[in-house]
């Protein structure tokens, strides 16, 4: 329970890999929304409806949510000395990053799709 578990570098990896994938979305998104300032709502719609805006912001919610999620669990796992106390942290936070992520995803693909 001392030593190494062995996963550290995929774990890291993983985390390096999402940020690098949302840097390019977020700066997409950033641009985006920046030039949609006086946006109608049906104006909003259309744009959320675009095929490749869709896949960007579903894209784009998974990753952010996922990175969060693995950032947390470092900060716990480093932070949280009670074994019991880290697990339920941990568990409590990937659950919530799963459940916002699949709420945006949903409501993405409700405008989308127009439900």
């Given at each position: ?20 994938l949302m840097m390019p979305l977020v ?24 095929p490749a805006v869709t896949v960007a ?59």
């Amino acid at each position: 329970g001392l030593g190494s578990a062995k996963e550290g570098v995929g774990h890291w990896w993983s985390q390096r890999l999402s940020s690098l994938l949302m840097m390019p979305l977020v700066l997409w998104f950033g641009f985006s929304v920046a030039s949609l300032p006086q946006a109608s709502h049906a104006e909003l719609v259309n744009w959320i409806s675009s095929p490749a805006v869709t896949v960007a912001l579903v894209l784009l919610i998974i990753t952010v949510f996922y990175h969060a999620q693995q950032g947390m669990q470092v900060v716990i796992e480093d932070y949280v000395s009670t074994h019991w106390k880290r697990t339920a942290a941990i568990i409590v936070v990937s659950f919530l990053c799963l459940l916002l992520a699949v709420i945006g995803v949903i409501a993405v693909l409700r405008i989308a799709l127009g439900g």
